[in-house]
């Protein structure tokens, strides 16, 4: 069965540093989006990114979060400057159409610990 | 922000009983839900979902009922299984891409 893959599982990172997590997409799907989990709390949604632009995006994803697709393969999200708040499990998904009703399908997760 | 709300962050069950999640939300534009699972170390696996104009959707053992009166739904799990220990999220959506989830129901069964 088709996967999202996301790497690494396990970032340690010291604060105000870059990261940069990775995500390698179902092939044939078309709509790509980030998710974040803090410990103990909700799922929350970052991001969700259609033909190369940003089509819907929270509160959450501030001017310290960006997102790319470099290649044809690859779906990453940088955040500039690290802050504490910012360690948690970042998941990413993706579908191949247009709406939640196809119940997209989510990545492994990367831990992303700032410390 | 509270729109989707799981209000049992634990629940117990004998094998081969019924699983009963439940799930309210507040926000009257949601037309879509959905039922993840969730392991340890892993993503949240999509199980099943509803539209607004529906009240209920059955998929093998589980089946999802929606009362948009009630703005609640359930998940019903029968006959629960060992495998289906886990964390399970209810989410949302209004039309758009993006999902709201609720705190998640963590479901034990005991043999």
């Known amino acids: 069965e088709p996967e999202v893959t996301q790497t690494p599982s396990h970032q340690v990172t010291q604060m105000g540093q870059e990261v940069i997590l990775r995500c390698v997409p179902i092939?044939?799907?078309?709509?790509f989006y980030w998710y974040r989990q803090i410990l103990g709390q909700k799922v929350e949604f970052l991001v969700s990114?259609?033909?190369?632009?940003?089509?819907?995006k929270s509160e959450i994803f501030d001017d310290q979060f960006s997102v790319e697709r470099p290649d044809g393969s690859n779906f990453t999200l940088k955040i500039r400057s690290t802050k504490l708040e910012d360690s948690a499990m970042y998941f990413c998904?993706?579908?191949?159409?247009?709406?939640?009703?196809?119940?997209?399908?989510f990545g492994s997760g990367t831990r992303l610990t700032v410390v | 922000d509270q729109q989707v709300k799981q209000n049992s962050p634990s629940l117990s069950v004998q094998e081969g009983r019924i699983s009963i999640l439940n799930c309210d939300y507040t926000n009257s534009m949601f037309d879509y839900f959905l039922w993840y699972k969730k392991y340890p170390a892993e993503g949240p696996t999509f199980l099943i979902s509803?539209?607004?104009?529906?009240d209920k959707n059955e998929d093998g053992r589980f089946t999802v009922f929606l009362n948009k009166s009630a703005k609640h739904l359930s998940l019903h799990i029968v006959p629960s299984q060992p495998g289906d220990s886990a964390v399970y999220f209810c989410a949302a959506s209004a039309g758009a891409q993006k999902l709201v989830f609720g705190q998640g129901t963590r479901l034990t069964i005991n043999p």
């Open positions: 990114f259609y033909n190369n632009e940003i089509s819907e």
């Open positions: 509803i539209s607004s104009i529906k």
């Open positions: 998904a993706s579908s191949y159409a247009r709406g939640t009703n196809y119940g997209y399908t």
């Open positions: 092939s044939n799907h078309l709509y």
